[in-house]
Each structure stands twice: as C-alpha cells, then as structure tokens.
T-cell receptor, first 113, second 111 residues
C-alpha cells in the first residue's frame, strides 16, 4: 500500500537494550523526519534527512542514531535505551518542505522498563 | 529558537458552536504554517497549509488565517460537530526546513 508505515507499532524493552524503529515511505519523498511526542512537550524533532546518505540532528538527538541508505527507509536506533526515551515516536516525510505538507506515519509507542 | 504556543490548551463546546483556536510563534521568518489534527492513539493529519505569502486558507468548515508580521494564526471551525473532537496542532516551517510544533489544543464537542 502507498503511504508511510512504521514498525513495530508497540514495543516494550528494558533499559540498556538497543532498539530499532523502522520507517518506510512509498512516495520517494526526499525529506524524512523522526519526532517524539511527550505529554507537555508536544512533538520534538529527533533527526531529519534531506536525501539518502544525508542526515542531521534535531532538537533532541542525544542517545539516538539514524541511517538512510535508501530513499524510502529511515530507521531510528536507540543505542542503549533509557526510561526517559519512553515515548511515542512518529516518522514523517515530505517532498518539498517549503511548499508541501508533511505526511506522518501512525506512530510507535515505545516503553522502556 | 522558534517557539510555538497554542491557546487554549483544552476547549469544550456544545455541538453547532463556531470556535477559534489560536497559535502564536516567536520568529516570523517562516516558509509556511500548518494546522494538523490528531485523534487519540493516531498519527497527525494535515488540515490546512498556509504559505508565508498567503493570508488564509479554507477547507470546508475550516478556515485558517496567518498574520506573519505579528506571529499569529487562527483556526476557525464553523458549526462544530462531535466528530471534530481531537487535538489540533499548529506547526511552522522555518530555517533548515524543519517543523516546530505547538503543544496543541484538545477540543471536545459535546452533543
């Protein structure tokens, strides 16, 4: 199906484990983004990518790593999960940020015990 | 650093009422402003996008205005319905082509 998908939708892990959240879009959008949403903070940008092999840090990037070897995929890895990384994570994509709207995935709810 | 504020944080209105949601931003150097809707446990759905050169956009019962110089936007919802109950988020695209979000207004439309 066309669109933007995230997997898994729900994940429970333990402190110190490595976790990878997947994001896939079928539009060949150039730009992709990762956000986290927490009560009281709204959505905050973790990382973004302007094209394959081009990534940059956002507002809250500490403890996260991304890669983008293919245009359609943008995985987010928590290298050593901490309880403060318990959150809902959203992936988004867009063709032209200056003129277009961002399309969001359904989110991944991550709980770190 | 861009900051986006939404007032009120929560709003409850009876069905049929017209209502206004407010959004303000601190840095007027934006490319565009967007309004999103988020239902509980779901992702964000774009409602309206206003380019920095535009003053307003309309879609059905929704009308969004933008006053870039004063750093303000409003989302007007006409004849509200229970199905409009959701959280409404305002976001601006600024330097680096990045979105900065407000914390949202949680709307409940009661029968």
């Amino acid at each position: 199906d066309a669109g933007i998908t995230q997997s898994p939708r729900y994940k429970i892990t333990e402190t110190g484990r490595q976790v990878t959240l997947m994001c896939h879009q079928t539009w060949s959008h150039s730009y992709m983004f990762w956000y986290r949403q927490d009560l009281g903070h709204g959505l905050r940008l973790i990382y973004y990518s302007a094209a394959a092999d081009i990534t940059d840090k956002g507002e809250v990037s500490d403890g996260y790593v991304v890669s983008r070897s293919k245009t359609e995929n943008f995985p987010l890895t928590l290298e050593s999960a901490t309880r403060s990384q318990t959150s809902v994570y959203f992936c988004a994509s867009i063709h032209n940020p200056g003129t277009d709207t961002q399309y969001f995935g359904p989110g991944t709810r991550l709980t770190v015990l | 650093k861009q900051e986006v504020t939404q007032i009120p944080a929560a709003l409850s209105v009876p069905e049929g009422e017209n209502l206004v949601l407010n959004c303000s931003f601190t840095d007027s150097a934006i490319y565009n402003l967007q309004w999103f809707r988020q239902d509980p446990g779901k992702g964000l759905t774009s409602l309206l996008l206003i380019q920095s050169s535009q003053r307003e956009q309309t879609s059905g019962r929704l009308n969004a205005s933008l006053d870039k110089s004063s750093g303000r936007s409003t989302l007007y919802i006409a004849a509200s319905q229970p199905g409009d109950s959701a959280t409404y988020l305002c976001a601006v695209t600024g330097g680096g082509n990045k979105l900065t979000f407000g914390t949202g207004t949680q709307l409940k439309v009661e029968l």
